[in-house]
């Protein structure tokens, strides 16, 4: 690490909007660690995340993975310049765990605290990766809870909200048709792993969203997960075997199409080249090379994480916290509360 490196504030991030409780240390834009506990197991046999499981997860966790976050970057909690945490959007329990984790971390090493959005972390963990983000830049962010398009002006100070889910986000979709097609939660990892063998024309899905008069940059994958189940349930019904393979890449398909494609239209209505691709459903093999394709036909840079920092994690609350330290941005108040609907607009509260 270089001097100048070693000058810049380590940032401690937590994340516990969910159910991974995430810890991170991030020098600048160098990243140290990331240590990382997942309650999924837990959750499997309820098809889906139970909001009192995932806080009791987190507070069973979260000494832990802080000490191996120290441990991997190395560092001691006296050396921390600043503490960050996720304030909102999430479920609101876990929220607060994190809040209260990182409270207590801030008061004891007497050091400025960050409550911060959730949406915009999604946003600034590319810069461990790729560097400093070119501003404006356009992000699509796709995960369980959220769908949205993002124009980033400044990281720091100004995020607009561009188009949003208005019914199922894309990971909500994802979870709903593998439990239709007899998978595990969560339900994008096996449909990926599925499409591989299917062809994703098969089966001509719907788009939603997509005609002259609707919203351009909103999203909606309710209809297409009504369509993929009754497809599935008039081939049962008809006593006819399920193409698996062929209804996973068919609506694997059809999220991908709609997403980059209003990403793409965003970008060039706002007159933006670059365009950032985050949150957990950003792992998917197919969304990841769609945008890819279309993207270089457009004149587009893409910027896409590795599938690990795509996830929910504590690195990306500390990059964004990192940000805001450099841009010289005041720290919150010691009773920042969470805001389960907190919206992209406000970066920190």
Known sequence: MSIAARNEPL?????????????????GQTLLADALATSMAEHERFGGVVPEIASRAHLEAMVPTVHRALAEAGVQASDVDAVAVTAGPGLTGALLVGLAAA??????????????????????????????????????????????????????????????????????AFDKVARVLGMPFPG???????????????IDFPRGLTGPRDAPYDFSFSGLKTAVARWVEARQRAGEPV?????????????ADVLT?????????AGIDHLVLG????????????????????GIVLRVPSPRLCTDNGAMVAALGSRLV????????????????????????
Not at 188 to 202: M, N, Q, V
Not at 329 to 346: H, M, N, R, T
């Open 261 to 269: 494609a209003k990403a793409v239209r965003a970008c060039r209505d």
């Open 11 to 27: 940032v401690l991030g937590f994340e516990t909007s969910c159910d991974e409780t995430g810890v991170g240390l991030v020098r």
């Open 188 to 202: 994008g990892p096996p449909i990926d792993r599925a499409a591989r063998e299917g062809d994703p024309t098969a």
């Open 279 to 298: 949150g957990g459903v950003a792992a998917n093999s197919r969304l990841r090379a769609l945008a890819e394709e279309r993207c270089a036909a457009a």
């Open 326 to 349: 450099e841009a010289g941005i005041p720290p919150s108040a010691p009773d920042v509360g969470a805001d389960s609907s907190l919206p992209i607009e406000v970066v920190t509260r």
């Open 103 to 172: 409270k207590a971390y801030a008061l004891a090493l007497d050091k400025p605290l960050y409550g911060v959005n959730h949406l915009a972390a999604h946003v600034a963990v590319d810069e461990l990766q790729h560097g400093r983000l070119a501003e404006p830049s356009m992000a699509l962010l796709v995960s369980g809870g959220h769908s949205s398009l993002l124009l980033v002006p400044d990281l720091a100070r100004e995020v607009r909200s561009m188009g949003r889910t208005i019914d199922d986000a894309a990971g909500e």
């Open 243 to 255: 193409p698996v393979a062929d209804v996973a890449a068919s609506f694997q398909e059809a999220v």
